[in-house]
């Protein structure tokens, strides 16, 4: 029987995450064993746990049919895969930093000098998109090291807290790429393999709606319904129950997360009173 084939991580800043959202979507992966290749439980899958580097290119070349990669090393390895689902966790920044002290005017500054990276495709783009040449340095980990040790004037990495670079001594000049987790899809998936990604999918959207949405209750006296429902769409239109109290009723609706404080306060300076807010597991559309 054919399965969805699913690289993962296997050790490192995505694992975790992944294995998280995937669980949220009813797969279940069994815990405790150093297999690296598991089939899942309650879903037509299998787990292949790999080097993210080599996601891309398994993807492409069908040994895997989907990933969950960080888009940064999808654009590295430049692949014949799709991006079928951005993932929003394993958010991150590809930047150049400059040791502390040193600060070119602007970037065309830059121009001529020697930048260490692991990315030296993207970079290389970033440089031609702004019409500069630099020495690139190609290095596969550690890279904050290289301009302590004489090996180039900057560098050119990931960057989320900024904490790596405080401690060596370098500061975030430019950012030239936005990462988050991303899924990945081979173009020449079978039927019955196509109809699995659909479905998972699904799963993911619903998670991730969910994840953006809180279910809001409150108590309102029936004058302010009106107004206090402007600011309350919810899916489809907000519910509203009568209380035993006289003249008084309970409304129930999502929020988004983006402007959850704005309509707070202004459902609240509209009458709304015993405001109670509740995570949502699924949002199914
Ligand atoms: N500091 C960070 N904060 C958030 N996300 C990050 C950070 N660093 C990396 N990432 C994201 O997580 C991905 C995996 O990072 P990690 O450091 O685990 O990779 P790695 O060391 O190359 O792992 P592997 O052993 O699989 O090759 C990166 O490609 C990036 O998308
Ligand atoms: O801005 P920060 O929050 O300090 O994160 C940045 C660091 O995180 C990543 O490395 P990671 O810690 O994953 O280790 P690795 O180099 O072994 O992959 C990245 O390569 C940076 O070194
Ligand atoms: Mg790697």
């Known amino acids: 029987m054919e ?12 694992s975790e995450d992944s294995l998280k959202l995937l669980k949220e979507c ?3 992966v069994p815990a405790g064993n150093n297999q690296l290749k598991i089939s899942t439980e309650n879903f037509d899958a299998e787990i292949l746990f790999l080097r993210d580097d080599d996601i891309p290119e398994y993807v492409q070349d069908g040994v895997a049919d989907i990933g969950f990669v960080g888009e940064n090393v999808v654009l590295e390895k430049n692949k014949e895969t799709e991006i079928v689902e951005r993932l929003g966790y394993g958010k991150c920044r590809l930047s150049i930093a400059l040791p502390k002290g040193k600060k070119p005017k602007n970037i065309q500054a830059l121009d001529g000098i020697k ?3 692991s990315y030296p495709i993207i970079l290389q783009g970033w440089l031609k998109k702004n019409k ?16 302590r040790i004489g090996l180039a004037d900057a560098i050119c990495d990931l960057v989320s807290s900024g904490s790596t670079l405080f401690s060596n001594e370098l500061y975030e000049y430019e950012t030239i790429l936005k990462s988050e987790a991303v899924l990945i899809s081979g173009k020449n998936i079978s039927k019955k393999r196509t109809a699995l990604l659909e ?6 959207r619903s998670v991730k709606k969910a994840k953006y949405n809180k279910y809001v209750l409150l108590n309102a ?18 519910t509203i129950v009568p209380l035993a109290k006289e003249g008084w009723s309970s409304i129930h609706s999502v929020i988004g997360e983006n402007d959850f404080w704005n309509v707070i306060e202004k459902i609240k300076s509209a009458g709304a009173e015993g405001i109670l ?7 199914i559309e």
């Open 115 to 117: 930048i260490a990276t």
């Open 132 to 147: 500069l040449k630099a020495d690139i340095h190609e290095i596969s980990g550690s890279v904050e090291i290289a301009p």
């Open 26 to 28: 009813g797969i279940g």
């Open 3 to 14: 399965k969805l084939r699913i690289a993962v991580q296997k050790s490192g800043r995505l």
């Open 199 to 204: 479905q998972l999918l699904f799963r993911i």
């Open 221 to 238: 006296p029936n004058s302010s319904i009106e107004k206090i429902c402007k600011y309350l769409p919810g899916i489809n239109s907000p």
């Open 277 to 283: 807010i509740l995570p949502i597991e699924k949002i």
